[in-house]
T-cell receptor, first 117, second 112 residues
Framework: EAGVAQSPRYKIIEKRQSVAFWCNPI?????LYWYQQILGQGPKLLIQ????????DSQLPKDRFSAERLKGVDSTLKIQPAKLEDSAVYLC???????????????FGEGSWLTVV | LAKTTQPISMDSYEGQEVNITCSHN???????ITWYQQFPSQGPRFIIQ???TKVTNEVASLFIPADRKSSTLSLPRVSLSDTAVYYC?????????????FGKGTTLSVSS
């Protein structure tokens, strides 16, 4: 079974530039998450989608970050303009949205490493 | 969401059993306990999940006392490849679409 795919794997940009990350979740997974992980810390949830609708974006810095999942499958996370403190790994994850008795295992991609200089 | 507390780091040697304890004093009745493992340059990976007593799979065991205010992840006979960060998470594991909230995790270092 294919896992969560992310690209690009690495990106270096200057501050105030823009960047976009792409994610393709596991086939059939209705729930998609974007997490930000700063070096030495645990992942922090940025946004959660259920199909193409946003469930939780309370921790997404909406003045510079945006995310979309137009057809309920692939998703794109954009940062514009980037700041130095945005340097982090951006992890995409997905899970089934099934019955309440189903194990809610969240599967992560390998992440997109962003360095803002 | 229940807050979790776990040691920042642990050291072990190959072949030893490692027990990582996590405290979650405010765990709710319908919360589950889930452990994830993260290697450098990779995303977190599910290890084990439980609600009460003991759960065992091919990778680890999870011990949960009756009051559920703590849990212990047990890794039998660790090897160098078990060096990773281990996260303890508490939430509605069986509620579809529930996001996981991560703490800082426990960095396990295994030496030869």
């Amino acid at each position: 079974e294919a896992g969560v795919a992310q690209s690009p794997r690495y990106k270096i940009i200057e501050k105030r530039q823009s960047v976009a990350f792409w994610c393709n979740p596991i086939s059939g997974h209705a729930t998609l998450y974007w997490y930000q992980q700063i070096l030495g810390q645990g992942p922090k949830l940025l946004i959660q989608f259920q199909n193409n609708g946003v469930v939780d974006d309370s921790q997404l810095p909406k003045d510079r970050f945006s995310a979309e999942r137009l057809k309920g499958v692939d998703s794109t996370l954009k940062i514009q303009p980037a700041k130095l403190e945005d340097s982090a790994v951006y992890l995409c994850a997905s899970s089934l949205a099934g019955r309440e008795d189903q194990r809610n295992t969240i599967y992560f991609g390998e992440g997109s490493w962003l360095t803002v200089v | 969401l229940a807050k979790t507390t776990q040691p920042i780091s642990m050291d072990s040697y190959e072949g030893q059993e490692v027990n990582i304890t996590c405290s979650h004093n405010n765990i709710a009745t319908n919360d589950y306990i889930t452990w994830y493992q993260q290697f450098p340059s990779q995303g977190p990976r599910f290890i084990i999940q439980g609600y009460k007593t003991k759960v065992t799979n091919e990778v680890a065991s999870l011990f949960i006392p009756a009051d559920r205010k703590s849990s212990t992840l047990s890794l039998p006979r660790v090897s160098l490849s078990d060096t990773a960060v281990y996260y303890c998470l508490v939430g509605k594991g069986y509620q579809a679409g529930t996001a996981l909230i991560f703490g800082k995790g426990t960095t396990l270092s295994v030496s030869s």
